[in-house]
């Protein structure tokens, strides 16, 4: 995978996922989910745009945080949402 430099990695940080055991959202709607992306500055856990309802892409738009990273077991990649690239 070719990634490129992105200056939202500075909002990056250590995170805990809020809710590991899946989206944050979903979890209280009752709503099914695909995949799972974890938020890299405030640790939320949302679903993938091929989930239904895309709580990933919506944190990352509403609250300004662009930066998540597969919270899929053994994968290992980061995405901006902001230039739609891996990071």
Same mark, same amino acid.
């Given at each position: 995978?070719?990634?490129?430099?992105?200056?939202?990695?500075?909002?990056?940080?250590?995170?805990?996922?809020?809710?590991?055991?899946?989206? #944050?959202?979903?979890?209280? #709607?009752?709503?099914?989910?695909?995949?799972?992306?974890?938020?890299?500055?405030?640790?939320?856990?949302?679903?993938?745009?091929?989930?239904?309802?895309?709580?990933?892409?919506?944190?990352?738009?509403?609250?300004?945080?662009?930066?998540?990273?597969?919270? #899929?077991?053994? #994968?290992?990649?980061?995405?901006?949402?902001?230039?739609?690239?891996?990071?």
């Amino acid at each position: 995978m070719v990634t490129i430099p992105d200056p939202h990695l500075t909002m990056v940080r250590p995170v805990s996922p809020r809710t590991p055991e899946g989206c #944050e959202e979903c979890i209280r #709607e009752h709503s099914p989910w695909v995949h799972l992306r974890l938020c890299l500055t405030c640790g939320h856990v949302g679903c993938c745009d091929s989930s239904p309802l895309k709580h990933a892409s919506r944190h990352a738009n509403g609250v300004g945080h662009p930066v998540v990273q597969s919270f #899929e077991p053994g #994968e290992n990649w980061r995405w901006c949402y902001v230039h739609e690239a891996l990071v």
